[in-house]
């Protein structure tokens, strides 16, 4: 073996900086080529390690479904909200798609909605609350106006990894001070609204 | 021999690779940087992304080179862009790819990696910068920086300063350099540099300039050391500096899940007083809680049996029943209200009603009579009354002898009283007819003889003593005699 020569080395060391300029302009271009060329994304193929993914147990079924309703009828129901990141996240909740009626039933409506552990979408048994309320009390008609991330109640901060939170709702129907005509006006009415959680990551 | 030989070739190739990746890094980075840097001196933004939902196509820690929106520029659906986060007003900086248009003229972002598309819709005067060049990982100090691995960004200062250090080491047969070469000391080359050509060169100089004294070399030596060193420290500063001052854009990961279609829907129901009275099929149910200005006051029997305010009536005063909110009537001293078509005199009928007077003038709760107008009408019957003491009576009115019952206690205290009058056929045209008030009876006995005509309903004015002045609540009339213990549950009801 030999020591390079000096006509090896002034060679080597003269072609290293425009390969090395090369390679930068190559990368460079393929990186963006790669990125920012029109594409179609096709969503879940290949997730990236950091990708979070939020889920619920009602398996599609509606937590409320009341009909029949009557004055002073209250109902209290669960769900669980599993979140599974691998970076930081936070899980806040709104509303979206409110049903209103004619007759305004969305201000009979009170929700109260808590959140805790324990507990489950079929069955609420050991559920215990964490903190204060977080909707305490209000008409679906007030819960309709939370109807983004940012607005959203909770701010449930999701360490990496999979962990859960149940949340127990629990409605009822306000009649006070509804005179009989109000409360004919009101027979048949309809309202309703959607519940959604949303997840995003801290960054 | 020959193993020296073997010993000094090995080491001559490890220095010259080591020199040239050093140097091909700090070109490679250097040009990075350039490129990275470079774009906001000529109007264009450079965000190092700080977030993984772009992957594969962005890294953390890549640099996105964007040039800037316009309005007037058109939003390719698939290209990736740089906007105002719509979901915050906080400002935050997103790097997502547009992957539709919506129907309402806003943009669907999502992230690469994400499973779902970002739940606010962007509006496109929230698009800052369409990404145009990528420059990968140049941005990774940064990201390090702002999320506090140290230790990383300790190694990889550490490793880039040795780099930009050995780059500038001179290779056998490089013609000399500018700069720190030139300035080798001539007190020999620093440990390690024994086969760099420049330093025997070096030496060769300081042969020739010997009469120098050792401070002097000394001086000299620091002097080159610190030369030597400057340059790369100098240049990463530069680019940490550079670093301090880079925008940065998240590629956030988002999820959702719903709980939809929640529904409530009213069933049928009415106020439990409602409820008592209606369990009774009444013929008449005045719930008396129309608005002011009304003159048809609505039957809640299902009779269509309306009545007529008369301008006496004040509507819309405070109700009578705690547990069924509602409005009432005050009278005004006069007749507040009659029924809209005369009733034919049945067998048995009671009348319920709610009242309540402070004062102790007394006069004409409910009766029937052949005409809707002050003043006496030609008949009249079926006569409820206070006296002027605040007792009730029944059964005075003017048809043959007078056979009047009259409650033991007094009602004029000004709180709301629960009244029914309950009458059935007696001998002669006359009623054996019982007075209940607030749910239990309080006198009986037999009435005077009623008429056989078809009369309207009259509340609040009558013949004979004066207007009952007070206020009326919650009418109804019955063709049949309520027993005892359903005056009790209407009344407990209330």
Redesign the interface.
């Known amino acids: 073996m030999q020591s390079p020569g000096t006509a090896t080395t002034k060679v080597l060391a003269t072609i290293a900086t425009p390969l090395a300029l090369v390679a930068l302009g190559a990368t460079v271009y393929q990186a963006s080529y790669a990125a920012f060329t029109g594409q179609t994304r096709n969503s879940g193929n290949e997730w990236a390690t950091g990708s979070v993914k939020l889920t619920d147990d009602d398996n599609g079924a509606a937590r409320f479904r009341v009909a029949n309703m009557l004055p002073g009828d209250t109902q209290t129901k669960c769900i669980t909200v599993t979140a599974d990141a691998s970076v930081a996240s936070t899980v806040k909740g709104y509303a979206i798609n409110p049903v209103t009626s004619t007759v305004g039933l969305e201000n009979r409506v009170k929700v109260t909605i808590e959140n805790g552990t324990g507990g489950s979408f079929a069955d609420c048994t050991g559920f215990v609350a964490s903190g204060p309320a977080l909707v305490n009390d209000q008409p679906l008609s007030a819960i309709a106006q939370v109807n983004s991330y940012e607005t959203g109640f909770g701010g449930w901060s999701v360490a990496p990894g999979v962990s859960s939170k149940t949340y127990r709702m629990t409605w009822r129907f306000d009649t006070t001070g509804m005179t009989q005509q109000q409360v004919d006006q009101m027979q048949g009415a309809k309202t309703g609204i959607d519940m959604q959680w949303e997840m995003q990551s801290n960054s | 021999m020959a193993a020296t030989?073997?010993l000094?070739?090995?080491?001559?190739?490890a220095h010259?690779t080591v020199v040239?990746g050093a140097?091909?890094?700090r070109?490679?980075l250097l040009?990075?940087v350039v490129?990275a840097a470079a774009p906001p001196l000529f109007g264009w933004g450079s965000y190092v992304v700080?977030?993984?939902?772009?992957?594969?196509?962005?890294h953390v820690g890549?640099v996105v080179i964007a040039s800037p929106y316009t309005e007037d520029q058109r939003i390719?659906?698939?290209?990736?862009f740089v906007f105002d986060d719509p979901?915050?007003?906080e400002p935050h900086l997103m790097v997502h790819?547009i992957?539709e248009r919506r129907d309402d003229g806003k943009y669907t972002t999502?992230g690469?990696?994400?499973?779902?598309?970002d739940?606010?819709p962007l509006p496109s005067s929230d698009v800052r910068a369409t990404?145009?060049?990528?420059?990968?990982r140049v941005g990774h100090p940064v990201t390090w920086a702002q999320?506090g691995q140290w230790l990383r960004l300790a190694a990889w200062l550490l490793a880039t300063i040795g780099a930009f250090a050995l780059a500038v080491r001179h290779?056998?047969?490089?013609s000399p350099r500018r700069g720190v070469r030139r300035r080798r000391p001539p007190g020999g080359p620093p440990p390690g540099d024994a086969r760099d050509p420049g330093a025997s060169k070096g030496a060769s100089n300081g042969a020739r300039r010997g009469g120098r004294s050792d401070a002097a070399r000394a001086q000299a030596h620091t002097l080159a050391h610190m030369l030597r060193v400057r340059p790369p420290v100098a240049t990463v500063a530069a680019l940490l500096l550079a670093g301090m001052l880079a925008c940065t854009a998240?590629a956030?990961?988002?999820?959702?899940?719903?709980?939809?279609?929640?529904?409530?829907?009213?069933?049928?129901?009415?106020?439990p007083y409602?409820t008592a009275v209606l369990a009774d099929s009444p013929h008449t149910l005045w719930?008396l809680?129309e608005q002011p200005g009304t003159t048809t006051a609505?039957d809640?029997s299902g009779h269509q049996s309306l009545g007529s305010y008369r301008p006496a009536a004040v509507l819309g005063q405070q109700?009578g029943l705690p547990n069924?909110?509602?409005?009432s009537i005050a009278t005004g001293g006069g007749l507040a209200l009659t029924g809209s078509y005369p009733i034919a005199t049945a067998a048995s009928h009671t009348v319920e009603l709610w009242f309540r007077t402070g004062t102790q003038a007394g006069g004409s709760l409910a009766g029937f009579g052949s005409s809707t107008t002050t003043g006496t009408p030609s008949y009249e019957d079926r006569v409820v009354r206070m006296t002027t003491t605040g007792h009730i009576t029944y059964g005075d009115w003017a048809n043959g002898s007078l056979n009047v019952v009259t409650t033991p206690g007094g009602y004029a205290d000004n709180t709301w009283h629960h009244l029914v009058v309950v009458s059935t056929s007696a001998n002669g045209g006359r009623e054996n007819t019982v007075i209940y008030v607030d749910g239990a009876a309080r006198v009986s006995g037999l009435t005077s003889k009623v008429e056989y005509f078809s009369g309207y309903v009259r509340i609040g004015g009558g013949s004979g003593t004066s207007a009952f002045n007070g206020s009326i609540d919650n009418v109804s009339l019955y063709d049949s005699a309520l027993p005892a213990q359903r005056v009790a549950a209407h009344y407990a009801a209330r």
């Open positions: 030989t073997t000094d070739a090995v080491r001559g190739w010259l040239l140097r091909m890094y070109v490679f040009g990075l490129i700080e977030s993984g939902s772009m992957e594969p196509s962005l890549d390719r659906v698939g290209r990736v979901a915050t007003t790819r992957v999502a690469d990696a994400n499973a779902v598309t739940i606010t990404a145009v060049l990528l420059a990968p999320s290779l056998e047969g490089e998240s956030g990961f988002t999820g959702y899940t719903r709980n939809s279609a929640m529904s409530w829907t009213v069933g049928q129901w009415t106020q409602v719930l809680d609505q809640r109700g069924n909110p509602g409005s």
